[in-house]
T-cell receptor, first 110, second 115 residues
Framework: DAKTTQPNSMESNEEEPVHLPCNHSTISGTDYIHWYRQLPSQGPEYVIHGLTSNVNNRMASLAIAEDRKSSTLILHRATLRDAAVYYCILYGGATNKLIFGTGTLLAVQP | EAGVAQSPRYKIIEKRQSVAFWCNPISGHATLYWYQQILGQGPKLLIQFQNNGVVDDSQLPKDRFSAERLKGVDSTLKIQPAKLEDSAVYLC?????????????FGPGTRLTVT
């Protein structure tokens, strides 16, 4: 399974943008890049996904490098409720499985 | 829309005892998943059902763990006998279908402590 690499932790200030990086140098052509997040004491929740083009939704934006070897999840204005573990996951091919790494723990300071 | 329900939320047992967890997925979701999340790690898939059939149980420790999904709706995960290393949060998730497995909806989990 193709792997992703994320920083263990990041810090942000409230109401500032946050850029969460993810490296996936062994990504295959059929792999989609997915992001989930896990708030404290909750199960993970889907955030966004993309294949090649940048994507936006109500929660976040996903910027994908042209060579697809890295991507960045962008929270445009961090709030205290965005403090969570963010997981970058490659999904596709025949596996139909979400394989979680350890993710990035995002702390948001008021 | 009601989310994925799990019970109990917390359970403390002694090693060698047995325990069971229950999950009710989102209505209409054909695919159901059980994950184990050890403290400090991401969730690890234990078993995946499509309706009431097992799709993947390659990571399930079958000597002590069992799961079933009767009638393709609710599911139970059982551990018998429990070991100290089974202390973890057990998460249930569901998705519309196998093809839609990229968007899974998770329950709040059951935190198991084995002493």
């Amino acid at each position: 399974d193709a792997k992703t690499t994320q920083p263990n932790s990041m810090e942000s200030n409230e109401e500032e943008p946050v850029h969460l990086p993810c490296n996936h140098s062994t990504i295959s052509g059929t792999d989609y890049i997915h992001w989930y997040r896990q708030l404290p004491s909750q199960g993970p929740e889907y955030v966004i996904h993309g294949l090649t083009s940048n994507v936006n939704n109500r929660m976040a934006s996903l910027a994908i490098a042209e060579d697809r070897k890295s991507s960045t999840l962008i929270l445009h204005r961090a709030t205290l409720r965005d403090a969570a573990v963010y997981y970058c996951i490659l999904y596709g091919g025949a596996t139909n499985k979400l394989i979680f790494g350890t993710g990035t723990l995002l702390a948001v300071q008021p | 829309e009601a989310g994925v329900a799990q019970s109990p939320r917390y359970k403390i047992i002694e090693k060698r005892q047995s325990v069971a967890f229950w999950c009710n997925p989102i209505s209409g979701h054909a695919t159901l998943y059980w994950y184990q999340q050890i403290l400090g790690q991401g969730p690890k898939l234990l078993i995946q059902f499509q309706n009431n059939g097992v799709v993947d149980d390659s990571q399930l420790p079958k000597d002590r763990f069992s799961a079933e999904r009767l009638k393709g709706v609710d599911s139970t995960l059982k551990i018998q006998p429990a070991k100290l290393e089974d202390s973890a949060v057990y998460l249930c998730a569901s998705s519309l279908s196998l093809e839609g497995a990229w968007e899974q909806y998770f329950g709040p989990g059951t935190r198991l402590t084995v002493t």
